[in-house]
């Protein structure tokens, strides 16, 4: 069970103001089905955080493709993707023009077509690796889910 989502499920057991929100790392590489299947069941509102993966597609050639088609930018598909799904995407930036970039993405939709190929069956959370007494250690930095990554791992 992801520990989010036990979290999540006991907290609404016990809370007295039941929850409205749940913030999660969401975009194509990490749908996550069974976390949006289980919110929007419960009209609780989905906030993705990483929605543009931090840079980190934005080379993939799909991605490129779609962009090309609508003369965005590779961030901005993934906003507009988000934005479509009903979720509330939260990207980050420091810097002014990419914030504007970011939301710059009201004058285009994603069509059907661009969201069926962004339908991904993909499960690419972020890592990142650190070295910990020289040992190389895989850390999930945005989702960790001891159904994939145990404590042992
Ligand atoms: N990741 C987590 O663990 C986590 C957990 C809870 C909440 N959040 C929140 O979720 C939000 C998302 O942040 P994130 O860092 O996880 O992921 P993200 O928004 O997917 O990526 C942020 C990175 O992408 C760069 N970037 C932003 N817009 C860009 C653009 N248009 N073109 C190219 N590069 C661009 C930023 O660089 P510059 O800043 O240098 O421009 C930054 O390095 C943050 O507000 C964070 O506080 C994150």
């Known amino acids: 069970m992801l520990i989010r989502y036990a979290t999540f499920q006991t907290t609404t057991n ?6 409205s929100q749940l913030q999660v ?3 194509p590489w990490l ?11 419960r009209n609780v509102i989905l906030e993705a955080y990483c929605p543009i993966v931090r840079g980190r597609e934005f080379e993939n050639p799909l991605l490129i493709a779609i962009a090309k088609k609508h003369s965005k930018t ?5 906003i507009r993707w988000s934005l479509q799904k009903q979720f509330v995407p939260l990207p980050k ?10 939301a710059d993405v009201y004058d285009f939709e994603l069509d059907a077509d661009d969201m ?16 910990h007494d020289n040992r190389d250690i895989l850390i999930c930095c945005s989702a960790w889910d001891p159904t994939k990554i145990g404590l042992e791992d």
């Open 25 to 27: 790392e969401l975009h």
């Open 116 to 131: 069926r190929k962004l339908d991904l069956d993909e499960y690419k959370p972020w890592y990142v690796a650190i070295n």
């Open 74 to 78: 590779p961030a901005q598909v993934l």
């Open 31 to 41: 749908p996550r089905h069974d976390i949006v299947d289980w919110c929007t069941k």
């Open 14 to 19: 016990i809370a007295t103001v039941k929850c």
């Open 93 to 102: 930036s420091v810097t002014k023009s990419r914030i504007e970039e970011n």
